[in-house]
Antibody, heavy 123, light 108 residues
Framework: EVRLVESGGGLVQPGGSLRLSCSAS????????MAWVRQAPGKGLEWVSS????????FYAESVRGRFTISRDNSENTLHLQMNSLRAEDTASYYC????????????????WGQGTLVTVSS | SYELTQPLSVSVALGQTARITCGGN??????VHWYQQKPGQAPVLVMY???NRPSGIPERFSGSISGNTATLTISRAQAGDEADYYC???????????FGGGTKLTVL
């Protein structure tokens, strides 16, 4: 069974940093593209970042580019999101999700999601 | 920039058919995916590449696309179908993954 478990969320002051992790199991992580999606309280889904299976291609939403870095450790089946220069508007639940396989992976759907980890940016 | 437009809410009588639309310029040229999210839960994929149902999703769920509109159709709506529904595409011109604003489905 596919499992995605996020960790690392919490309360951080504006301007601070946080590193999220997503532990994956139940599928071949090293051959699967991954993504982070966030959801502010009471709001809709917002894509944050996506990463190819081999880390060769990474994409970022304009709202986080230059502040957030997505990475992965295929030997540990883990996806990370390093978040720097955090702002109040980054407050959200952050979901890790896996892509469905396809030739053009970035056009595919996100077929499994973790339960999310809450990040609160506040002084 | 590319935008996806969904109605804020859709209501359907129990047992009837609900249609949730997702509008975007020439959206038929893209792969559209749909997600269901119930309160306090993570999103679940209910339709991929316009009209393909993942395993475990009831046949009551179907997808279609034409021109500037993609549609998620839920036949014989049940109380358990009440949720927020989001469409999603990849915009190759900006290299962004985009979600629609979401539609709240109410089953009366």
């Amino acid at each position: 069974e596919v499992r995605l478990v996020e960790s690392g969320g919490g309360l951080v002051q504006p301007g601070g940093s946080l590193r999220l992790s997503c532990s994956a199991s139940g599928f071949t992580f090293s051959s699967t593209a991954m993504a982070w999606v966030r959801q502010a309280p009471g709001k809709g889904l917002e894509w944050v970042s996506s990463l190819s299976h081999n880390s060769a291609s990474a994409f970022y939403a304009e709202s986080v580019r230059g502040r957030f870095t997505i990475s992965r450790d295929n030997s540990e089946n883990t996806l990370h999101l390093q978040m720097n220069s955090l702002r109040a508007e980054d407050t959200a639940s952050y979901y890790c999700a896996k892509y469905r396989h396809g030739v053009l992976w970035f056009r595919e759907s996100l077929d499994w999601w973790g339960q999310g980890t809450l990040v609160t940016v506040s002084s | 920039s590319y935008e996806l437009t969904q109605p804020l809410s859709v209501s359907v009588a129990l047992g009837q058919t609900a249609r949730i639309t997702c509008g975007g310029n020439n959206i038929a040229a893209k792969n559209v995916h749909w997600y269901q999210q119930k309160p306090g839960q993570a999103p679940v994929l209910v339709m991929y590449r316009d009209a393909n149902r993942p395993s475990g999703i009831p046949e009551r769920f179907s997808g279609s696309i034409s021109g500037n509109t993609a549609t998620l159709t839920i036949s014989r709506a049940q109380a358990g179908d009440e949720a927020d529904y989001y469409c999603q595409v990849w915009d190759s011109s900006t290299a962004y993954l985009l979600f629609g604003g979401g539609t709240k489905l109410t089953v009366l």
